[in-house]
């Protein structure tokens, strides 16, 4: 099975020390626009700030309470969460949608399971070498 990775945007806190991530590059979707699942457009929405319920709204919503293992949803999820500590999280075998904040040079990783998934990863507060601290699986 092939899983396609839409597009990861890795920011710190100082968009000067942004580096580059890959992904898609050049190409501009309108923000906001509610897919009801991940793929190219949910994945321009989440990096340009939005959240589940305007970028992914058809998933169900998940955060911390819900655990980071979804590999058992019958449906897609959208996670959302902020880690101040190393984390593992994996989604569904569905077209999911993940929004996650790591604070400062803490490890978080995110493993994409089956489906297309529009996932983003941000990185407040760490050093300008540390985006190797956060790693996205597909």
Known sequence: MYKLLIALALTTANQ???KPSGGLRGLRFAPFVNTDKGG???SACLKE???CSKCCGGCNFKDVD???DFRGEEECVCFEATFDEGESVHLSNHDDCASVVRKGDVRVSIKGEDGTDAIHLASLGASADSFRTGYIYV
Do not use: I, L, V
């Open 16 to 18: 000067e020390d942004a």
């Open 40 to 42: 190219p457009e949910a």
């Open 49 to 51: 700030g939005g959240d």
């Open 66 to 68: 819900d655990g980071t």
